[in-house]
Structures are given as C-alpha cells and as structure tokens.
C-alpha cells in the first residue's frame, strides 16, 4: 500500500485548506507532492472504482498529530462526496464521543491531552459515494494508567473534571475530595 510519513509541525499551516483539497481532487497518485489529500484521494477513487472498502491507517506516537491527520482526511471526504450535511463530517465525527476523549485523554510528558487508546473510525457513503454516516470504536486503553502514573504524567482527564466538581450537589454522593488528596497528582 501507499505510505505517507507526516511530521506535525505544531502549527497551524496553509497546506490543508479548501483550495488544497480541490487541488488534489481527481488527481493520480504521484501527480502532485505527497500529502494527506493524495492518499485520501487514492482511496477515495478506488472505493468508487472498484467498489471496494478502502482503509487509512494512522499511526504514530503521542503528539505526532494522528487526530489532526484523521480529521483532514474526514474533511476531504466530505469535500470531495459534497456532502449535503451542513456540518463538517470530521467535527460531527469528533464531536460524537466526546466523554470519551475524558475518559481515555491523560497529560504525559510530551503531550497535555494525550490520547491513550485507539480509534477506529468507520465512515460510510451510500451508492453515490457521498457520506451517509460514521462510526468511531475505541480500543487498547491503557488501564494500568488508572492506578500509576509516570513521573510528571497524569491520570485520566475525567478524575480532574470530577474532583474539580466535587462540590457541585450532584456529586456529593461521591464523596470526592481534590485531586491532591486522592492521590491524582
């Protein structure tokens, strides 16, 4: 398959917009530089060639910019399908599980909102290839986090959320206290 080796340059880039998709649209794979939008380009055409599933695998350690790169390719399909949804695929995707970014996100040494699991995120277009749906599964949470941390890493966001509100009445049931004294930090 197709590999493409992304660095995150921890800004913001003029790379990734509107003009850049359409640029990149139709395109053959070679035909242009190597980018995000030519290998969900690639698939998009074989999905609608060949009438196949396609799959993009992102992967790389924490901070490398794996959400972000999702993200642009969620937005490219939704550009390139023309969509008829008024809002952007990638933030409804994003936006549809969002405890679960406080449950499996956690500070670790090299990245503040860390993602410790998978994600699998299934988008679905109907016989027209334009997107109908998404789907997103999370996998290998690193439970042992619940428990221990490394120096200078963090528990899970949710115990801060709920200790940072351990005084709001729906929570005094929980008996919580801040985070320092139950041995978050």
Same mark, same amino acid.
């Given at each position: 398959? %197709? %590999?493409l080796v992304a660095i995150n340059p *921890? @800004?913001? #880039?003029? %790379? *990734? $917009?509107d003009a850049i998709i359409h640029a990149y649209s139709?395109?053959?794979?070679? /035909?242009? /530089?190597?980018? %995000? =939008? +030519?290998v969900a380009e690639? +698939? *998009? @055409?074989q999905m609608a060639r060949n009438n196949k599933n396609q799959s993009i695998i992102v992967s790389g350690?924490? $901070?490398a910019g794996k959400t972000v790169s999702a993200r642009y390719t969620m937005r490219y399909f939704a550009t390139v399908s023309k969509s008829s949804s008024n809002a952007h695929v990638e933030d409804k995707v #994003? +936006?549809?599980?969002?405890i679960t970014e406080a449950v499996g996100n956690a500070k670790t040494t090299r990245n503040d909102?860390?993602?410790? =699991?998978? @994600? *699998?995120?299934e988008i679905s277009f109907d016989r027209g290839y334009q997107i109908i749906g998404a789907n997103m599964r999370t996998y290998l #949470?690193? @439970?042992?986090?619940?428990? =221990?941390?490394?120096?200078?890493?963090?528990n899970y966001h949710i115990f801060y959320q709920l200790c940072a509100s351990a005084m709001q009445p729906e929570y005094e049931h929980l008996k919580l206290g801040r985070s320092q004294e139950n041995n978050l930090l």
């Open positions: 398959g %197709i %590999i *921890y @800004k913001q #880039l003029p %790379i *990734y $917009g139709g395109q053959n794979m070679g /035909d242009m /530089d190597p980018h %995000i =939008f +030519a690639e +698939a *998009y @055409k350690e924490s $901070g #994003l +936006a549809s599980n969002p909102n860390s993602s410790r =699991f998978g @994600k *699998y995120t #949470l690193e @439970k042992s986090r619940v428990v =221990f941390q490394v120096e200078n890493e963090r």
